[in-house]
């Protein structure tokens, strides 16, 4: 039974599609009515004018905005000049040898990483990232300096830290 109705089904599908594609409409592009070209205008208006059109179009369509201050002036402030102290120099090293920098460019040395992590010693930052990397973190020796291996950037982003190394020769 499921079988017949399968076909009768099947049959009035195919019909329907025929019915449709017979009917669908369309124009023969033989029977087409043919349109004629537009013909342009020929521009008359010199530049200068055309540009005054256009700025008086453009003042129809956007209004005038009124400037409004937005805050008051702010009143000069005397500023007074904050003295640093003079940076703190390691004098017992030699100008290739590496210290640990700070953003202000002080130098010390450096021993003053055994603050943050203990090490042991080491003579470069790479050797320092080595050593780190050896006790199982992750450690990142970055060259940021303008002239090639004269300051490194080591970051441990496990123990958070951040160090900048330079060379004694760049220490003020």
Not at 23 to 44: I, L, Y
Not at 57 to 70: H, I
Not at 77 to 100: E, F, G, H, M, Y
Not at 133 to 158: E, H, I, S, T
């Amino acid at each position: 039974m499921s079988i017949k109705i399968a076909r009768i089904v099947g049959s009035l599908l195919v019909l329907l599609t025929v019915a449709v594609m017979v009917h669908a409409g369309g124009v023969d592009p033989k029977e087409a009515s043919v349109q004629e070209p537009v013909a342009r205008e020929q521009v008359t208006a010199t530049a200068e004018q055309t540009s005054t059109a256009v700025s008086k179009a453009r003042r129809a369509v956007v209004p005038a905005v009124a400037e409004v201050p937005v805050a008051k002036p702010a009143p000069v402030v005397k500023t007074v000049p904050i003295r640093k102290s003079q940076p703190r120099v390691v004098s017992s090293a030699s100008k290739d040898s590496w210290l640990l920098g700070s953003s202000e460019g002080e130098c010390s040395a450096l021993s003053s990483v055994d603050r943050k992590v203990n090490v042991g010693s080491f003579k470069t930052p790479q050797e320092f990232a080595r050593k780190v990397q050896q006790r199982g973190y992750q450690a990142f020796a970055l060259d940021v300096g303008d002239v090639r291996n004269q300051v490194m950037r080591v970051k441990v982003p496990d123990l958070d830290l951040d160090l900048i190394f330079m060379k004694a020769g760049l220490c003020r």
